[in-house]
């Protein structure tokens, strides 16, 4: 069985690195590329793909976007999030949105097609650290995050807003009206009880959530 793959990632670089990697198996084969957000959502709903490797971020829409758009239209998706992230917090938002597995970028190359090979089985891989704080978050006396209760957008501007960018250069970045991020702000601000920017950036260095 040849397993088709496609890469949705913004950075040719690592675009090339992963074909490179890909090309020396020899059961996986690269079969299309994304360079971003909507350029992704199209060529997943197009097919032609077993497993897609999809950046978490990338302009136009994030990776997270694209993944609810694409579980919308055909749930038996296969979908490995790939991120520079190392928190809990990204792998969690991911496997609930519907993806079948969640590495950092730097994960061993072993790992990495041993997980493609599992997904295109129809499997799914979750590691055992992750697995065991995802039971405890669905556990009725579990404790719940501020950040938690925050939509993935509003988690965007909250770490934009806590690295000291202004409204108008998030509404640049994200490709929405400043109007529209205004209210992602006050949303923010009524879901986590807090007052000001200032509040907003101790908690995102408290909780580590730039890392």
Excluded: C
């Excluded at 097609?113 to 669905?138: H, Q, T, W």
């Amino acid at each position: 069985m040849i397993i088709k793959v496609l890469i949705a990632d913004d950075h040719r670089l690592f675009r090339d690195g992963l074909k490179r990697i890909l090309a020396e198996t020899a059961d996986i084969v690269v079969v299309g590329e994304a360079t971003d957000g909507p350029d992704a959502l199209e060529k997943m709903r197009r097919g032609g793909w077993d497993v897609a490797l999809l950046d978490v971020n990338m302009p136009g829409m994030n990776g997270l976007e694209v993944l609810k758009r694409v579980m919308n239209d055909d749930a038996k998706r296969q979908v490995l999030m790939l991120s520079t992230y190392h928190e809990d917090e990204y792998a969690i938002r991911t496997i609930r949105a519907g993806a079948s597995a969640y590495l950092t970028k730097n994960s061993p190359t072993d790992l990495l097609i041993s997980v493609i090979r599992r997904l295109a089985n129809g499997g799914k891989y979750i590691d055992a650290k992750l697995a065991e704080k995802l039971l405890f978050d669905l556990g009725p006396t579990s404790t719940i995050s501020l950040h938690s209760t925050l939509s993935d957008r509003e988690l965007d501007v909250l770490k934009l807003i806590a690295v000291g960018i202004s409204l108008t250069e998030i509404s640049q970045k994200l490709a929405l009206s400043a109007k529209t991020v205004s209210t992602y702000r006050a949303r923010i601000l009524e879901k986590m009880n807090m007052q000001n920017n200032a509040q907003l950036v101790r908690y995102v260095a408290e909780h580590k959530l730039l890392e």
